[in-house]
């Protein structure tokens, strides 16, 4: 069952923070965080495993709270080259990695 | 050398035709999967082969056959395309198994657009 994904979209200014946050229904093994830039392939940021857990990478990080089945990605001092779209990936039983429907971010100068 | 690639990376085909997209992996990866990404952007998981073996089918029309010939190969055959199938096809591939077991992440290809006229 698809993961929902809230905001559908963010417009930002250089600097500026944003939270995207992910929601699941069904139980989740863990989550994950990929960035899509137009035209290209998603590409990995990071899985939040069981344990609510938190990680990071550069200045963005995330957060899993299993009993809620939901992980929030903060994106800190938002720059030019975080514009895209974030998907969100639920990992549940039984099947292959389910996605969101994904957050547009913009970030202009 | 790239590690997941897939062939064509456009492809443009009149209504009823056959097509097909291949896809290598040079990861020494045993799963592999396909993605399918809608003009809205929804990733939605369409098969997944470990080591030759299709693992998940989800509830795709039986136009669609993929074929894994080995575990470093997976291709995704379409008879009779319609114009509901343009979409960008993503390859993936994991280390060593399917969700939830491994929690590996994916690789990526760079997508197939296609465009059914």
């Known amino acids: 069952q698809q993961p929902v994904q809230s905001p559908q979209a963010v417009i930002l200014r250089e600097g500026e923070d944003a939270v995207i946050n992910c929601s699941s229904s069904?139980?989740?093994?863990?989550v994950h965080w990929y960035r899509q830039k137009h035209g290209e392939a998603p590409v990995f940021l990071m899985i939040?495993?069981?344990?609510?857990e938190q990680k990071g990478h550069d200045k963005i990080s995330a957060s899993f709270n299993e009993k809620k089945q939901q992980s929030s990605l903060y994106l800190t001092a938002s720059q030019l080259s975080y514009s895209g779209t974030y998907f969100c990936?639920?990992?549940?039983?039984?099947?292959?990695?389910?996605f969101g429907k994904g957050t547009t971010l913009s970030v202009s100068s | 050398d790239t590690a997941v690639s897939q062939t064509p990376k456009y492809l443009v085909t009149q209504m009823g035709n056959d097509k097909s997209i291949k896809c290598e992996q040079n990861?020494?990866?045993?799963?592999m999967y396909w993605y399918k990404q809608d003009s809205k952007k929804f990733l939605k998981i369409m098969f997944s082969y470990n080591n030759k073996e299709l693992i998940i089918n989800e509830t795709v029309p039986n136009r669609f056959s993929p074929k894994s010939p080995d575990k470093a190969h997976l291709n995704l055959h379409i008879n009779s395309l319609e114009l509901g199938d343009s979409a960008v096809y993503f390859c993936a591939s994991s280390p060593t198994g399917v969700a939830p077991t491994t929690n590996e992440k994916l690789f990526f290809g760079s997508g197939t657009q296609l465009s059914v006229l």
């Open positions: 990861l020494g990866h045993d799963t």
């Open positions: 990936g639920a990992n549940q039983a039984g099947t292959a990695l389910i």
């Open positions: 939040l495993l069981k344990g609510g």
């Open positions: 069904k139980a989740l093994y863990s």
